[in-house]
């Protein structure tokens, strides 16, 4: 009995990845970005929104994995005000949140082998993506302190090579194998003042979908 009252109350206080962790008190530059998949996985995880554990999803279509760690930034939602700037910033006017965190990838020269952790990753760039008329836009950042990585400053010192295999896998982790049209889109990469005014937008889209005033 006792057992049971130490895990009721330890599950209790586990904080929830989205709700339950701050974005990061250096936010936008720095965030912190709770991790879902890592580059070896063959199957794709998310978060369970409502439990806050981590679950499979489904397995991936294709052989090609996630060449970095993939996650969200804590605290932020796709939601109106992240509309709006995806619109104008591509020139249209039919484009909605997906009602999702803001997603993010982390570069890093270090072997991480485990998902459903906290990294701290320093905003550089980003995706423009719009997958089925949403926004679904994808950060790029560096593990804070990489000894490789840490030398970037802005999206435009990535190799282009690098930048073609993260756009190739995010246009074709959701396709059916054969088809020839991809699911999404990715319109524009983007510097990190531009990702900085992503995360500024997802963050009070959330505050505006979750924190109530008293």
């Known amino acids: 009995m006792r057992t049971k009252q130490i895990l009721d109350a330890a599950m209790q206080f586990k904080a929830h990845p989205w709700h339950g962790v701050e ?3 250096d936010a936008p530059e720095i965030v912190n970005a709770y991790i879902e998949m890592l580059p070896t996985d063959t199957v794709k995880y998310e978060l369970d929104k409502k439990s806050g554990m981590l679950k499979v999803d489904r397995p991936q279509k294709f052989s090609s994995m996630p ?7 804590p605290q932020t ?8 700037y995806c619109n104008k910033k591509s020139g249209r006017s039919d484009i909605i949140g ?3 965190p803001v997603d993010i990838c982390i570069l890093t ?4 082998t485990s998902s459903n952790i906290l990294v701290p990753g320093v905003v550089i760039g980003g995706f423009r993506m719009i997958d089925n008329n949403e926004a679904d836009d994808k950060i790029i950042a560096f593990l804070k302190g990489d000894m490789v990585y840490s030398e970037w400053e802005d999206i435009a010192d990535v190799p282009e090579k690098l930048i073609e295999r993260l756009r190739h896998y995010f246009l074709t982790y959701k396709d059916i194998p054969g088809t020839e ?14 990702a900085y005014e ?11 979908k979750f924190i109530i005033e008293k």
Do not use: C, Q, W
Request: net charge negative; glycine share 8%; proline share 6%.
């Open 67 to 73: 060449p970095m760690l993939y996650g969200f930034i």
């Open 98 to 100: 997906d009602a999702d």
């Open 23 to 25: 974005i990061g008190e």
């Open 181 to 194: 049209h991809h699911l999404a889109e990715i319109t524009h990469i983007y510097n990190k003042e531009e």
């Open 109 to 112: 020269e270090r072997p991480i």
């Open 77 to 84: 939602y796709s939601g109106p005000r992240s509309a709006e």
């Open 198 to 208: 992503v995360i500024r937008r997802g963050k009070r889209d959330y505050d505006d």
